[in-house]
């Protein structure tokens, strides 16, 4: 039997990068996840191919996450499809960085509103779900910048620390009704969002990581599986850092 047999997982920002893996690793692991996706439809087929190819389910469902009334729709479709939710992963995010000088008060919205908002949406619209069965684990995605800052993100690592206490706080209210709420702080992974930085970047961000390479996303899909399975069934509330020891 495998780790999540007879289970339904939501990964928003499932289709690529981190997300991507999460949704590969825990349909391996036998959930049937639905994969969430804001503008490319393409990616999340991909997804959803790839994990039927290998006798998993899928299904990809389009949806803004920061809007109230689309997480409400995503939420109510895939209660039609599946009827139940026993894993959400709030993965979607989005970074605007620049210096706090030239930095727009919209690049402060957009990425709090994707960021944090979303999370919070849809925490709220799995709790529901989740109390009902008294059953449920709920992993959000924040980043070793929401611990440590970092110079040019200061909407980003605002987003991520905020992740961090509601991570917190949601927990202690879930608790008693058998829900476990999680974070994860990735530290320096490569996917789009990290692509564009420059060799300079990369090169200093090489040189802290003790264990002397930046992350793949399997390496934080292997972790949300631990938080999000019964091997962790006696762990909330807790922030899990995989990110090569870089943030110690
Ligand atoms: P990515 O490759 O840029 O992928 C972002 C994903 O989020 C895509 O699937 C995208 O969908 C989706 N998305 C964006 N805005 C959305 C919205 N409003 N509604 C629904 N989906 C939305 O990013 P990544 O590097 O995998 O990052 C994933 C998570 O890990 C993020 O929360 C990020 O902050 C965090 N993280 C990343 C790193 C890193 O080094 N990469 C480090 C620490 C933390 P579309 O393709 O359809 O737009």
């Known amino acids: 039997m495998t780790l ?14 981190i997300g991507r893996a999460i949704s590969l690793e825990l349909a391996a692991q036998g959930a049937t996840v639905i994969v969430n996706y804001l503008n490319n439809a393409q990616a999340a087929e991909d997804t959803v191919a790839a994990i039927t190819a290998s006798g998993g389910e899928a299904t990809a469902l389009q949806a803004d996450v920061s809007d109230a009334n689309q997480v409400n729709s995503l939420f109510k479709e895939a209660k039609t499809i599946y009827g139940a939710l026993d894993i959400l992963v709030n993965n979607a995010g989005i970074t ?3 210096i706090i000088m030239m930095m727009k ?3 402060f919205d957009i990425v709090h509103t994707t960021n944090l908002r979303s999370c919070w949406l849809c925490c ?8 009902r069965k008294r059953a449920g684990s709920i992993i959000n995605i924040t980043s070793v910048v929401g611990i440590a800052g970092n110079g040019g993100q200061t909407n980003y690592a605002a987003s991520k620390a905020g992740i961090i206490g509601l991570t917190k706080s949601l927990a202690k209210e879930l608790a008693p009704r058998g829900v476990r709420v999680n974070a994860i702080a990735p530290g320096f992974v490569e996917t789009d969002m990290t692509a564009d930085l420059s060799d300079d970047l990369k090169g200093a961000a090489l040189e802290a990581i003790p264990l002397g390479r930046m992350g793949a996303p399997e390496d934080i899909a292997k972790a949300v599986a631990f938080l999000a399975s019964s091997h962790a069934s006696y762990i ?3 922030t899990l850092v995989v990110d090569g020891g870089m943030v110690m």
């Open 236 to 238: 909330t509330g807790q």
């Open 124 to 131: 709220k619209e799995a709790a529901r779900m989740m109390m």
């Open 105 to 107: 008060p919209g690049d």
């Open 96 to 98: 605007r960085d620049n």
């Open 4 to 17: 999540f047999e007879g289970n339904v997982a939501l990964v928003t920002g499932g289709s690529r990068g």
